[in-house]
C-alpha cells in the first residue's frame, strides 16, 4: 500500500506564508514526479507544481514567483513553500507523484486527501 499524507495547511493573513509538506509512504521502489494541484469549492481542480526526480520544476502563472517545489527523494517528501498568499489562494491543497513499488512494475499515479489552505484576515 502507498499513502501520500500532506501537512502544513492552516489559516493565514494575507500576505503571509505556508509551508506544505507531503510524505510519500508504503512499498516504494521509486519516484518519478511530484506535484502539488489545489481545489477550491465549486471549481475544478487546478495543477500548481510540479517536481522531477531531476529537480526541473514548472509553477502554474498564478503562483510563479511566489511558491517554491522542492523534493528531499531520501524522504520520499516534497514540500510547497508559498509566500506572499492572497485570499485566492485559499483551497484543498492536494499531493500527487508518479512512483512505482518494484524494479519492475509499473508507475501508477497516487493521490493524497488533501490539506485545507485558507487565507484571510
Known amino acids: 500500500q502507498v499513502q501520500l499524507v500532506e501537512s502544513g495547511g492552516g489559516l493565514v493573513q494575507p500576505g503571509g506564508s505556508l509551508r506544505l509538506s507531503c510524505v510519500a509512504s508504503?512499498?516504494?521502489?521509486?519516484?518519478?514526479?511530484m506535484a502539488w494541484y489545489r481545489q477550491a469549492p465549486g471549481k475544478q481542480r487546478e495543477f500548481i507544481a510540479a517536481?522531477?526526480?531531476?529537480?526541473?520544476?514548472n509553477y502554474a502563472d498564478s503562483v510563479k514567483g511566489r511558491f517554491t517545489i522542492s523534493r528531499d527523494n531520501a524522504k520520499n517528501t516534497v514540500y510547497l513553500q508559498m509566500n506572499s498568499l492572497k485570499p485566492e489562494d485559499t483551497a484543498v491543497y492536494l499531493c500527487n507523484a508518479d512512483l512505482k513499488q518494484t524494479y519492475g512494475s509499473n508507475w501508477f499515479n497516487y493521490w493524497g486527501q488533501g490539506t485545507q489552505v485558507t487565507v484571510s484576515s
Open positions: 517536481i522531477n526526480s531531476g529537480g526541473n520544476t
Open positions: 508504503g512499498s516504494i521502489f521509486s519516484i518519478k514526479g
